[in-house]
């Protein structure tokens, strides 16, 4: 020990030298947090992206996550009789979602006055099935739009036009009307 402290004791460039090793120490030591806050910002950053095209996804199908859980989930069928005959001018409305469908309307999509088909009632619960009687030949010209809210009011216009062929709805798309 008494060696190290007169080599230290005897000439100023050792202490120089011990100086400038010291001050390369800090500086690596400084790269290195300052490298490691750079990365976990950047993580950071990307969790944020994350959220906000989340946000940004939700909000382009104007849902909720508790919309999604109670989603109707709104099926188009042909309607048989109890002989297993196809009602040609009849379809079937059916709720297979997880949640119940409010202020239900099936409109003709021309322009035709009236446009819209009688329904029995404007709510559907899960499961359920309703009967709509339309115009097999005007339904097939024009196409249907049949609009419905969800129980925390988010609402849905489902598009489709019917192939009197086939007794089916072809063409769907689902569509999120914005709130007015």
Known sequence: MQEALCWLGGD????????????????????????????????????????AETADL????????ADEE?????????VTSREGAIKKDTMGIRNMGGGDAKDLRLRYRDQSSPNEVPLD???LAVRDNLLAPFDSRRGAASGFRL??????GTQFA????????????????L???PPS
Request: aromatic share 8%.
């Open 70 to 78: 109670a989603f109707p989930n709104i099926v188009i069928l042909a």
């Open 175 to 177: 569509i999120v009307i």
């Open 12 to 51: 100023p460039s050792q202490w120089d030298a011990i100086g400038i090793i010291g001050a390369v120490l800090v500086a690596v030591a400084l790269g290195v947090l300052t490298f490691l806050q750079a990365r976990a910002t950047n993580a950071e950053a990307r969790a944020v992206r994350t959220q």
């Open 121 to 123: 009632r404007q709510v």
């Open 147 to 152: 609009t419905y809210k969800t129980l925390f």
């Open 158 to 173: 489902l598009d489709f036009e019917w192939d009197g062929n086939a007794c089916r709805a072809a063409n769907e798309r």
């Open 58 to 65: 939700q909000a382009g199908r104007g849902m909720s996550s």
